[in-house]
């Protein structure tokens, strides 16, 4: 890991701890875990948000104003809006996303979750996400949350991310392995 990733991931998982603690004790972890889900879901969708939390060429204040108005808008609790304005006056934005992740990390540990990254070469039925939820929670003693992404260039088969174990019974893995062996034997 390269050392302004490790830096960044460090600075999230404090103000995480601090936000997370301050949701507990004023029993608004349900608020707290839509907080997250709403802001998310505003990175994924807007280049502009991701654009003013990474630019340097913003003022403090332009950045506090301008999530003051995404808080109002998304209808963030007070403690989001105000861990926000404390990032910008920080210049502590660009961990937005880190902290976003460790926050939902340690929900889910509150919860007795974990979460599984699972990349599909189509997408996965409802059924089919049961199903591996199922087998998970069977293998792992815990309530999985599955995060389902579609990579077409898979063929076939699934990749299965938990924590630190990976599971891959992609065609395109199997394909791979077979051409290595090939590539050994002549």
Sequence with gaps: MSEPASISIGIAKRYAAAVYDLAKEGKALSALETDIDALQ?????SADLRDLINS??????DQAKALSAVAAKLKLSNTMGN???????????????????ALRDR????KGEVTAEVVSAKALTKTQADKLAKTLKAQLGK???????????????????????MI???????LSALQNTMKEVG
């Design 41 to 45: 879901a505003a990175l994924d969708v």
């Design 83 to 101: 861990t926000l304005g404390l990032l910008a006056a920080k210049r502590r934005l660009f961990v937005l996303p880190q902290l976003l992740t």
């Design 143 to 165: 309530d999985v949350k599955i995060n389902a992404a579609v990579d077409e260039a898979l063929i076939g088969g699934l990749v299965v991310k938990v924590g630190s174990k």
């Design 56 to 61: 340097p060429l913003y003022s403090r204040e």
């Design 107 to 110: 929900l889910a540990e509150e």
């Design 168 to 174: 891959d019974t992609s065609i395109r893995s199997k």
